[in-house]
T-cell receptor, first 115, second 115 residues
Framework: NAGVMQNPRHLVRRRGQEARLRCSPM?????VYWYRQLPEEGLKFMVY????????ESGMPKERFSAEFPKEGPSILRIQQVVRGDSAAYFC?????????????FGPGTRLLVL | DAKTTQPNSMESNEEEPVHLPCNHS???????IHWYRQLPSQGPEYVIH???SNVNNRMASLAIAEDRKSSTLILHRATLRDAAVYYC????????????????FGQGTTLQVKP
């Protein structure tokens, strides 16, 4: 069973461009979480999705950021009109359930650099 | 979510045991105690979790105080590969109350392992 996959691993964008980050959860996992880690800071929750539904987006910036988890295919975190402050590592995690004793499995992350 | 407090950093010598403390004085009776670690330039990975009893797995042991207000992650023989940031996280199973299972990361403890 392959782990959580994220691509690209590194992404360079110029200010004003769009960034699309993809996350393929582990097989059989229907719960996906996105986290952001700004340089020299801890991880912050962004959004929680189940298939075709956004369940909790309390950590998402109000503008320019969106996420989806379609019925088929990977989860996508989309950042429109990127700014330098969006430069960060973005991690996704998946789990089969959301029980408190359940483990979240993290991908290797996408490191976004905005020039 | 209940808050956890960890030392910012700790040092250990290779092949010696390491005890990483975590205080969680406001823990509720149903909170699970989880530990994750993040190696340099990688995504977080699950280490261990427990509720009331001490727990052992192939990576580490978790010792939970009788009053559950603190816990200690024990690495029995630190290796250079154990150098990472270790996060102690409480997870509330009361999903019906709006908790969606997201992980709330603090600053963690940066463990340095000296050869």
């Amino acid at each position: 069973n392959a782990g959580v996959m994220q691509n690209p691993r590194h992404l360079v964008r110029r200010r004003g461009q769009e960034a699309r980050l993809r996350c393929s959860p582990m097989k059989g996992h229907s719960h996906v979480y996105w986290y952001r880690q700004l340089p020299e800071e801890g991880l912050k929750f962004m959004v929680y999705l189940q298939k075709e539904n956004i369940i909790d987006e309390s950590g998402m910036p109000k503008e320019r950021f969106s996420a989806e988890f379609p019925k088929e295919g990977p989860s996508i975190l989309r950042i429109q009109q990127v700014v330098r402050g969006d430069s960060a590592a973005y991690f996704c995690a998946s789990s089969p359930y959301i029980r408190a004793q359940e483990t979240q499995y993290f991908g290797p992350g996408t490191r976004l650099l905005v020039l | 979510d209940a808050k956890t407090t960890q030392p910012n950093s700790m040092e250990s010598n290779e092949e010696e045991p390491v005890h990483l403390p975590c205080n969680h004085s406001t823990i509720s009776g149903t909170d699970y105690i989880h530990w994750y670690r993040q190696l340099p330039s990688q995504g977080p990975e699950y280490v261990i979790h427990g509720l009331t009893s001490n727990v052992n797995n192939r990576m580490a042991s978790l010792a939970i105080a009788e009053d559950r207000k603190s816990s200690t992650l024990i690495l029995h023989r630190a290796t250079l590969r154990d150098a990472a940031v270790y996060y102690c996280i409480l997870r509330d199973p009361l999903y019906g109350s709006g908790n969606t299972g997201k992980l709330i990361f603090g600053q963690g403890t940066t463990l340095q392992v000296k050869p």
